[in-house]
């Protein structure tokens, strides 16, 4: 469940534009009215908000709050305000590029986004940067990290509950046999993570678990510096519990020696309008301490004032 | 340019179910009529009639014509009635079964279809086989010949023309070295094939050409009868000339010591509303026949009357 709240009653598109204008006019911005209104819309309707700014005032909105805003609190409003698709674009790219490298987000949006999703993702990818999605994270990776990621970028898995526990069964002793082997990144082991429907890899992993004692991921932690097998963990994590997969970025974001905002921002900015209700519950079972409590006492300013509304705190 | 012909005037889908209904009705079956309405509507038409035909007679048209026809004119009738995307789903699906295994068939659909087309037949398969395309061609592959297969099924490749001249030199470099260590499925030389749009392969093999002094195909003709490269030799002709792959697979087809109907069969039915006028000059060009000639030589009845109904003869 979503955590973003949306007023009953709304200003009209053109209305909320008209307000963003003013929050940028004069000397200082607006921020607490930047917040009231973008972070209490919905994609559908803050896409119209951008269509009524960019015709009332032939402007990029995105293009003034980038020019209005700075650090943390910009990222986030800038984050949130693009529609899901293109924000995953954008993210995907970020990560490939040298200076912002990041498998774990590519890894991320690959594994917690739906078939459909994931595919309007690689869609947006091809308007906005003339390339495909794919190639780009191939160019950017090499080894046993490049095969894991192209082939979950490249997956577009079958999303029915139906499961065939014979198959189950036959791929829990392949995972199995491969990972006694230390073969982490056997052809074989990638095609099922990759190929197989969420449904179906539960199957497994939970036959997996049953008939050999321990749960996958912890026979993965062989080495916990291995990169490799750090993100296969976090895709297996995040492909059958991606709200346990969430809850523990943001724990190590906000516990970390100086909070990583770009994790706590990407978190809450992507996971908002979808299961971020879920991912706070989660949160606090292991933490002991609500998400919107954690979140007050590491970050402050405008940057604390817009998570907390896109939590739902507000 | 398409082949298929259809009449500036067409009765009605209703009035077309109508006939072919008459024309499975009593003791024989009348496949002049078959044809002359099936193989001279287009997709949509088609579409419509097998609706109008399912509403008025609460009976699959596919199946009525599985039960009243056989062999190879079963097979051209069936297969082109099915819309585009139904068909391909329906030849990559049989063509992973061990039976009728064929890894030319999933090769030739992944890389002569359009991007958005070959996704659409990624969703029909969902849909029809309630699984994902790649899992089962994942599943039925191994090796080298699955790493290129699984790669191809999946890609989403950019459609634009722009073309990165210094990427064509670089990425045209490392299929040389490679090429040269006999590293014929190496990661880089996948990624590339896979990834890189089809303007782009181009490109950066007109550079391999002018720069290596070889056409890549002559170069990766070391052992005509390796399999991996032989499937590897045809994914680049049909990435980069479709036609000429095309007019390739007719000849080798017709050529053959009894005829390969299948091959005739699926080229036909399937690029009959897409290119069919490019391949059959092609086929003249190489073979110093007319297309419908050579067919009409090799086939016969029935068959050969739908054959030569799709490209354009009757």
Same mark, same amino acid.
């Given at each position: 469940?979503?955590?973003?709240?949306?007023? =009953?009653?709304?200003?009209?598109?053109?209305?909320?534009?008209?307000?963003?204008?003013?929050?940028?006019?004069?000397?200082?911005?607006?921020?607490?009215?930047?917040?009231?209104?973008?972070?209490?819309?919905?994609? %559908?309707?803050?896409?119209?908000?951008?269509?009524?700014?960019?015709?009332?005032?032939?402007?990029?909105?995105?293009?003034?709050?980038?020019?209005?805003?700075? /650090?943390?609190?910009?990222?986030?409003?800038?984050?949130?305000?693009?529609?899901?698709?293109?924000?995953?674009?954008?993210?995907?790219?970020?990560?490939?590029?040298?200076?912002?490298? /990041?498998?774990?987000?590519?890894?991320?949006?690959?594994? =917690?986004?739906?078939?459909?999703?994931?595919?309007? +993702?690689?869609?947006?990818?091809?308007?906005?940067?003339?390339?495909?999605?794919?190639?780009? +994270?191939?160019?950017?990776?090499?080894?046993?990290?490049?095969?894991?990621?192209? /082939?979950? +970028?490249?997956?577009?898995?079958?999303?029915?509950?139906?499961?065939?526990?014979?198959?189950?069964?036959?791929?829990?002793?392949?995972?199995?046999?491969?990972?006694?082997?230390?073969?982490?990144?056997?052809?074989?082991?990638?095609?099922?993570?990759?190929?197989?429907?969420?449904?179906?890899?539960?199957?497994?992993?939970?036959?997996?678990?049953?008939?050999?004692?321990? %749960?996958?991921?912890?026979?993965?932690?062989?080495?916990?510096?291995?990169?490799?097998?750090?993100?296969?963990? %976090?895709?297996?994590?995040?492909?059958?519990? #991606?709200?346990?997969?969430?809850?523990?970025?943001?724990?190590?974001?906000?516990?970390?020696?100086?909070?990583?905002?770009?994790?706590?921002?990407?978190?809450?900015?992507?996971?908002?309008?979808?299961?971020?209700?879920?991912? %706070?519950?989660?949160?606090?079972?292991?933490?002991?301490? #609500?998400?919107?409590?954690?979140?007050?006492?590491?970050?402050?300013?405008?940057?604390?004032?817009?998570?907390?509304?896109?939590?739902?705190?507000?």
């Amino acid at each position: 469940m979503a955590t973003l709240k949306v007023p =009953s009653s709304i200003p009209s598109p053109d209305e909320d534009a008209a307000q963003l204008r003013k929050a940028f006019a004069g000397w200082g911005t607006n921020e607490d009215l930047i917040i009231e209104i973008l972070a209490h819309r919905n994609a %559908a309707q803050r896409k119209l908000i951008r269509d009524a700014y960019g015709a009332g005032y032939g402007e990029d909105l995105l293009k003034d709050l980038d020019a209005e805003l700075s /650090s943390d609190f910009q990222r986030a409003v800038l984050l949130f305000t693009l529609e899901p698709a293109e924000r995953d674009a954008y993210l995907v790219n970020e990560a490939t590029k040298r200076l912002t490298a /990041s498998n774990v987000v590519i890894m991320e949006i690959a594994c =917690s986004r739906s078939s459909s999703d994931l595919f309007k +993702v690689r869609q947006t990818y091809h308007a906005r940067y003339k390339k495909s999605l794919e190639e780009d +994270v191939a160019y950017h990776t090499s080894g046993d990290i490049r095969k894991l990621l192209v /082939s979950l +970028v490249t997956a577009f898995r079958y999303e029915g509950d139906e499961v065939n526990m014979t198959l189950a069964r036959s791929e829990a002793k392949i995972l199995h046999d491969k990972i006694s082997e230390k073969s982490y990144c056997d052809e074989e082991l990638i095609r099922i993570l990759s190929t197989r429907s969420k449904a179906q890899i539960n199957a497994t992993l939970n036959h997996y678990n049953d008939h050999f004692g321990n %749960a996958i991921n912890k026979d993965l932690k062989t080495d916990p510096n291995d990169e490799f097998l750090t993100l296969l963990r %976090a895709a297996i994590k995040c492909l059958t519990y #991606p709200e346990k997969y969430f809850q523990k970025v943001l724990r190590m974001g906000i516990n970390k020696l100086g909070t990583d905002e770009w994790a706590l921002t990407r978190v809450v900015t992507t996971r908002a309008e979808v299961d971020m209700q879920r991912i %706070a519950e989660e949160y606090q079972k292991r933490n002991s301490i #609500p998400l919107g409590k954690a979140i007050a006492k590491d970050t402050s300013g405008d940057y604390e004032k817009m998570l907390l509304a896109l939590i739902g705190q507000v």
